[in-house]
């Protein structure tokens, strides 16, 4: 699968360096043939000897803030293992049961990999077709 480069990064530093990592997508996309803007968070990644110190949820508050200050972006998306899914959604996201649309090298794919969350920001969508008109993140 190929990934695009996040436009914008959010980085949680310590006293040892990086501690947690989180990208920021912006996306003109479709849900069910009507436009959307689309705030993707990939890449979120903590350090092993920092987790558990509210670091991820500290940059996924400044993800939010970022897109909700913009007042352009209808919903946040993020793609997640299933086991990952309780933390996103205690922090306000919500399961996506529809299916989601994305672009590979080879063509258009449905992307079901890893399972997608949203949270509300316009818009609160829980099912239909995403495309991403591009690739995923």
Known sequence: ??????H????????EGLA??????WR????TGRQVRIGGIGGVATRADCRRRGYAR????????TFKDEKATDLALLFCEP????????????????????EQPGGRIRFD????QVFDLRRALRQGV??????PW
């Open 83 to 102: 086991q990952l899914a309780a933390f996103y959604q205690a922090r306000g996201f919500r399961a996506f049961s529809g299916e989601i649309q994305a």
């Open 1 to 6: 699968t190929v990934f695009p480069h996040a």
């Open 130 to 135: 995403i495309d991403l008109c591009g690739l």
């Open 113 to 116: 990999v890893m399972q997608p």
């Open 20 to 25: 947690c990592h989180v990208g920021i997508y």
């Open 58 to 65: 500290i940059a996924l508050n400044a993800a939010i803030q």
């Open 8 to 15: 914008l990064r959010i980085l949680v530093e310590d006293s």
């Open 28 to 31: 003109d996309a479709t849900w």
